[in-house]
Structures are given as structure tokens and as C-alpha cells.
């Protein structure tokens, strides 16, 4: 049987995703902000419920361990923030199980940086500088307006409920009808993901970059939550930023504070142990640079490939990468 080994990108291609990286580069240098370059491999892994991480047996000078392919190169980042890093970014490999498809692949790039002093507002203006910049035009640009959208709204707009007080029948029975699947004893978030999904995501960025923010505060993963000033609400600190029905990059105002990012860590563990999946280790070292002390500002984690692809004009992912999964 022959076997293909042949890139999935094209040469030409893969010319023009290093001229993008490199503008990449020229965007933070032109800014201050420092290339850093942290480890694949760590002690601890993600915790979050909807990711899956990829683990290696390694022998260390503690003898045989088990180590964590990143999802994302946040925890190590972050350490480096407690550390006097300063404004820093980074362009990292990254692994998540079982994701393989047009808009994902089992080993990706991703772009990450972080903002010591800067409100999420600021970051959002700096990723759609970002954004704009690889698609080639200028960030006022009428063709790519940016345009908030505040998450309660959007399924107001789309679905005629409100995801924050919607019984949680309604939303089982909303996710049914849509997603053709069993719901009937689906959490809360499960029902809204798999909405948000497959209903409002397909919409969103058509006439330009928009970017959706105050998320239920189940879903602040590592970022600070406040309250809805609408009615009080907690709701998370973060954005997603989306542009032609994609995803592109989720950004946090980011939680500093060690002993509830502990705590939060704790609770996804007994989150995976209730649906049957494996615990992941906590990354203690990330909880002791916490407790050292972490500036406040905020990062964000942007899929590079997906956004040379957009750029690029391309179909998926594999094709503006060498060698994608499965034939890598």
C-alpha cells in the first residue's frame, strides 16, 4: 500500500504562512511586547471539562512521570508574568485530543500573549489591530467594522430566551430540537455550548470582526468574573472574538487569585470524575506563582491557523499547515 507522505500545504503556501508569522512578529516588536518560548511538556495539564489532554511517560530526575502536552501555553506563560516577564507573547505548539477536522487538527499554533496594566477592552482593540493586520487592511477599515456583542443578547436575538434564567428543561429541549441529539440530562452549559454552537457561531463576524463578551461566570475558566450591571448577574471577564462564522481568539481579564484558581481547578477535576472522564494533575507551580503574586491585566490565546486560513483563503486548517493529522 503506498503511503502518502506528501505536506497537506502547498509550498507556496507555507511561503506565505511564514511571511504572516513574521508580520506577526514585526506587530509585537513594534509594540514592546517580548517572544518568549515556554516548555510543551508539564507537570500539570487542563483541567477544563471540555478539553482533552494528551499525557507521555518521560523519565526525569525524579524518575518515571507523567508529563502533560500543553493544550496552551498559559500556565508557563503566566509563571513568567509572576516573574517580572512584562508584556510577553508567544507562537506555541499545541495539543488537544481527538480534535481533527476543517477547523481543527490534533497539533496546532497557537498565538498567545499577555498584557500586564491592560483592560480587556484595550486587548480586544489590540487583537482586532492584529486580525486586521493579517488580512491585510486597516484596523478602521469599513470592510472588518468591529462590532461587541454581549452573550445574553445574542440568544435573546437568536432563540428568544434568556441562557441565565431559561429552566433548564427549555434549554434541554431548545438543544434537542437543534442538535438531534439526547439532551435530556445535559448540564446546563453542555445545552448552551452545543446552542451557541450550533445556532448563534454560524452568524457571527459575516460583516466583519465581532467579538462577544460577558459569558455566563460557569464559564471563566481562568478569568475574573463581575457582575451584569443589566440585573446583578455574575458573568465571566473574557471575550471571543469571531470572524467569518469562526472562532478565532478567547481573551481573559485575568484571574490573579491563587487560592480560587486552586479551588476552580479542584472543582473541574470533580466535574470530570461526575462525567466519567480522567482527572487531569492541577499545575501546582502555576498556583505557587499566584501566590507569589501575578500582575493584573489581561491575555488572549489566538488560533494562528485558523487565521491564516482566513487570510489565505483556504478551505481547513491542514491546508495551510505541512503536515496535518492524519498524515503527519
Not at 3 to 19: E, G, K, Q, S
Not at 193 to 199: E, T
Not at 240 to 254: K, P, V
Request: proline letters at 5%; charged letters at 30%; aromatic letters at 6%.
Amino acid at each position: 500500500m503506498a503511503i502518502d507522505w506528501r505536506p497537506t500545504a502547498t509550498i507556496a503556501t507555507l511561503r506565505d504562512r511564514a511571511r504572516l508569522l513574521a508580520e506577526v512578529r514585526v506587530f509585537f516588536a513594534e509594540r514592546g511586547v517580548l517572544e518568549v518560548e515556554t516548555p510543551v511538556l508539564g507537570h500539570g495539564g487542563s483541567t477544563d471539562l471540555h478539553l482533552a489532554s494528551l499525557s507521555a511517560r518521560a523519565t526525569t530526575p525524579a524518575g518515571r512521570e507523567r508529563l502533560w502536552l500543553q493544550t496552551s501555553p498559559e500556565f508557563a506563560m503566566k509563571r513568567l508574568l509572576a516573574a517580572g516577564a512584562g508584556p510577553i507573547f508567544q507562537l506555541a505548539r499545541c495539543f488537544r485530543d481527538g480534535e481533527v477536522g476543517r477547523r481543527h487538527n490534533l497539533e496546532f499554533t497557537m498565538l498567545e500573549w499577555y498584557r500586564p496594566g491592560f483592560t480587556l477592552d484595550a486587548l480586544i482593540e489590540e487583537t482586532a489591530a492584529l486580525v486586521h493586520r493579517l488580512l491585510g487592511r486597516e484596523p478602521g477599515d469599513k470592510a472588518v467594522p468591529l462590532r461587541r456583542r454581549r452573550y445574553r443578547a445574542l440568544f435573546r436575538e437568536a432563540l428568544a430566551i434568556d441562557p441565565f434564567t431559561a429552566p433548564l428543561a427549555e434549554l434541554r429541549r431548545l438543544a434537542e430540537e437543534k442538535g438531534g441529539l439526547a439532551m435530556h440530562d445535559a448540564p446546563r452549559d453542555d445545552c448552551l455550548d452545543l446552542l451557541m454552537s450550533l445556532v448563534i457561531e454560524p452568524g457571527l463576524g459575516r460583516e466583519g470582526v465581532e467579538v462577544v463578551v460577558d459569558y455566563p461566570a460557569s464559564q471563566a475558566a481562568l478569568a475574573r468574573r463581575h457582575r451584569d450591571p443589566e440585573d446583578g448577574e455574575w458573568v465571566a471577564s473574557r471575550f471571543e472574538l469571531y470572524l467569518e462564522g469562526l472562532e478565532l481568539a478567547n481573551g481573559y481579564d485575568e484571574l490573579t487569585d491563587a487560592a480560587e484558581q486552586a479551588a476552580r481547578f479542584e472543582e473541574d477535576n470533580t466535574a470530570r470524575r461526575a462525567a466519567g472522564l480522567p482527572e487531569v494533575d492541577i499545575d501546582r507551580r502555576l498556583v505557587a506563582a499566584l501566590e507569589h503574586g501575578m500582575p493584573e491585566g489581561s491575555g488572549v490565546a489566538l488560533g494562528i491557523d485558523r487565521l491564516i486560513q482566513l487570510a489565505l483563503g483556504k478551505a481547513s486548517v491542514a491546508e495551510v499547515m505541512a503536515f496535518a493529522t492524519p498524515r503527519c
